[in-house]
C-alpha cells in the first residue's frame, strides 16, 4: 500500500510519487527568528519531524531543508529595542530555537538556509523575473506583477479581482508607486539606520516571499555546465497561515521564472487554539514552547508532542490546561510500556540487557508482518493519521504496564517472556517513529534520583504521618515520590513496597 497525503494544491488526497524513485525532497517553511519560539512553532516542527520519521521508516531516502528567515522588519524592530543589531538578535532566537525544539525530539535538519547567506541567489532570480517582464522596479523597490502570472490563487483559490474588490479602496503609499495593489515587494530600497546590500536597484534588501524561492533552488539545483536543471522539489511544508500570500508568491515566482512546477505536493498544519481563541500576544494567551516547559510543574516534553499528535496535523489544536494535564498522563501510560523492558528485561532473563545498544531502536528486529505493525503502517499510511498510528502504541503499552503489575505484585509474568519482548520492542521502535521516547533516568536509577536510602527516609516519614492521621502529609510524600518515578505498593500490615 502507497502513502496517500493531502495535498493542499489539489485539495484532495493522493498517492505519494516522487520525483525520483525511494527519494523525497521536503523544504520547510521555517521561523523569522525575532522571538522565542510558541506553540505554533512546536506544533509545525512536530507535524513535519513526524512525516519525515515515517518516510524513513518506511524505507525511503530523505533530503529534509528548512530555512530561517533572518531578514525581516520584526527582526529590524526587535534590535532597534534592544538597541543591537539584527544580527544578534537573529542568531540569538535561531539558537534559542533549535535548543526548544530539541526539548521536543524534533530531528535536526539536513540542511539549515537562511536569507542572509543566499543574497546572490535572491538578487539572481529577481534580476529573471525582471528580465522575463514579471517584475518591475519602482523608486528603490522592485515589485512582482502578480497578473502576468496566469496561475496566480491557485492555491490558496483566491481570486485577483474578488481581493482588490475586498480591500475597499484602501491605498498605501506603496501601492501608489505600483502598477496593480496585489502586487508584491521583491526588494526593498535602504531606509535610513537599517541594515542593506548592495544591488542593481539600489541599496536595500529582499521581500520575504523571494527568500524562500532562491532558497530552494539554491539548495536543489545543481549547476550542470550554462544550464541550471529544473528546481521541482516533491514536498513542500509550512503553516496554514503561509499558504496565502507567502506560499502563493512563493509559486508565482519560481514558476515564473522556470515554467515548471515548484512542488509536487504541498502540506499544512492547523493554527494551535487556547482556550478556544487564536493564540496571539493582544488577547494574553501567548505562551512560548521554554515557558511551557520551565513552568513549576511544568508538563513532560514527550507530554507535549503527545498533546500535538493525537489529532490530525491538518486541524486546529486547542491548548487548555486539562487537554495538556490529560496527555501527561496519558504520556505516563506510554512511558511505563517503553520502560518495561529496563525495568523487568533480567527479571524475564533477557540476554542483552547488559549490552550497551539494550533499548536502541537502531538495534531491534521487529517483525513488519504483525498485526500492530501492519496497523500502525495502515493508519500513518492514510495522511499521516498519528491518532491511529497512537491507537496501536497505547494497546502495547497498556499490555506491557499490566504485565509488569503482574510481575511486581507475584513475582513473576503471566505471559510468555519472548512475546513480552516482542511486544516491547515493537512498541519502542514504533513509538520513535512518532518521535516519543523515555530515557530510564530516575524510572529506573538512582543516579541524578533519590537514593535507596531517601526513599526509605521519605516512606517512614510518610508512615508516621499515617499514624497520626495526618493524611494530607501522607498523600503529599507518596505524590513527591512518584514525581521521581517511584512507585508504591501498600501491603496489608503496613507494609510498602517500592520500586523504580
Not at 518506511?58 to 527582526?75: E, L, S
Not at 517584475?135 to 502578480?146: E, F, L, N, Q, R
Not at 521519605?458 to 518515578?485: M, Y
Request: hydrophobic share 35%; aromatic share 10%.
Amino acid at each position: 500500500m502507497s502513502i496517500v497525503l493531502y495535498n493542499t494544491l489539489t485539495r484532495k488526497k493522493e498517492p505519494l510519487e516522487t520525483l525520483e524513485p525511494g527519494r523525497v525532497k521536503i523544504y520547510c517553511c521555517g521561523v523569522t527568528v525575532y522571538d522565542y519560539s510558541h506553540l505554533g512553532h512546536a506544533r509545525s516542527s512536530i507535524a513535519w519531524d513526524t512525516v519525515r520519521r515515517y518516510l524513513l521508516w518506511r524505507g525511503y531516502t530523505v533530503h529534509y531543508v528548512q530555512n530561517f528567515t533572518d531578514i525581516d522588519d520584526k527582526i529590524l524592530n526587535r534590535a532597534k529595542t534592544e538597541k543591537s543589531s539584527m544580527q544578534t538578535v537573529a542568531e540569538r532566537y535561531t539558537q534559542a530555537y533549535l535548543e526548544d525544539i530539541a526539548r521536543l525530539n524534533v530531528m535536526e535538519a539536513d540542511e539549515y538556509t537562511y536569507a542572509t547567506k543566499t543574497l546572490d541567489g535572491i538578487q539572481r532570480l529577481i534580476g529573471e523575473l525582471e528580465q522575463k517582464g514579471y517584475a518591475y522596479p519602482a523608486a528603490g523597490d522592485v515589485y512582482y506583477s502578480v497578473r502576468k502570472f496566469e496561475g496566480y490563487g491557485k492555491l490558496s483559490g483566491r481570486k485577483l479581482d474578488d481581493m482588490q474588490a475586498g480591500a475597499g479602496g484602501r491605498v498605501s503609499a506603496a501601492d501608489s508607486i505600483k502598477q496593480d495593489p496585489a502586487d508584491f515587494a521583491l526588494w526593498k530600497g535602504a531606509k535610513e539606520g537599517e541594515p542593506f546590500w548592495e544591488s542593481p536597484w539600489g541599496p536595500g534588501r529582499p521581500g520575504w516571499h523571494i527568500e524562500c524561492s532562491a532558497m530552494i533552488r539554491e539548495v536543489f539545483d545543481t549547476p550542470q555546465g550554462d544550464e541550471r536543471p529544473v528546481a521541482t522539489i516533491d514536498i513542500h511544508v509550512g503553516g496554514s497561515d503561509l499558504v496565502f500570500p507567502h506560499h502563493e508568491n512563493e509559486i508565482a515566482q519560481s514558476e515564473a521564472a522556470t515554467g515548471h512546477p515548484l512542488a509536487r505536493y504541498w502540506m499544512h498544519n492547523g493554527m494551535v487554539n487556547v482556550g478556544g481563541e487564536k493564540m496571539s500576544k493582544s488577547l494574553g494567551n501567548f505562551t512560548t514552547i521554554r515557558d511551557l516547559l520551565d513552568a513549576p510543574n511544568g508538563p513532560d516534553p514527550m507530554a507535549v508532542r503527545l498533546f500535538l499528535l493525537q489529532g490530525s496535523y491538518r486541524k486546529p489544536v486547542d491548548f487548555t490546561d486539562e487537554a495538556i494535564a490529560a496527555a501527561q498522563t496519558s504520556w505516563g501510560t506510554l512511558r511505563d510500556g517503553l520502560l518495561f523492558g529496563y525495568q523487568f528485561g533480567a527479571k524475564l532473563s533477557w540476554a542483552d540487557v547488559e549490552d550497551a545498544a539494550f533499548g536502541d531502536p537502531a538495534a531491534m528486529r521487529i517483525d513488519r508482518d504483525s498485526a500492530p505493525v501492519q496497523t500502525f503502517q495502515t493508519a500513518m499510511d492514510d495522511d499521516f493519521n498519528t491518532a491511529g498510528g497512537l491507537a496501536v502504541l497505547f494497546d502495547l503499552a497498556k499490555n506491557l504496564r499490566r504485565t509488569g503489575n503482574v510481575i511486581i505484585h507475584t513475582g513473576e509474568a503471566d505471559a510468555d517472556s519472548n512475546t513480552l519482548r516482542q511486544q516491547w520492542q515493537t512498541l519502542v521502535c514504533l513509538a520513535q517513529v512518532l518521535g516519543l521516547a523515555a530515557q530510564p533516568n530516575v524510572e529506573t536509577s538512582a543516579e541524578g534520583g533519590l537514593s535507596d536510602a531517601e526513599i526509605e527516609d521519605l516512606l517512614a516519614q510518610r508512615r508516621a504521618a499515617r499514624a497520626a492521621k495526618n493524611f494530607a502529609e501522607g498523600d503529599r510524600l507518596r505524590d513527591r515520590l512518584q514525581a521521581e518515578g517511584i512507585t508504591l505498593i501498600d501491603k496489608p500490615g503496613g507494609v510498602t513496597e517500592w520500586h523504580r
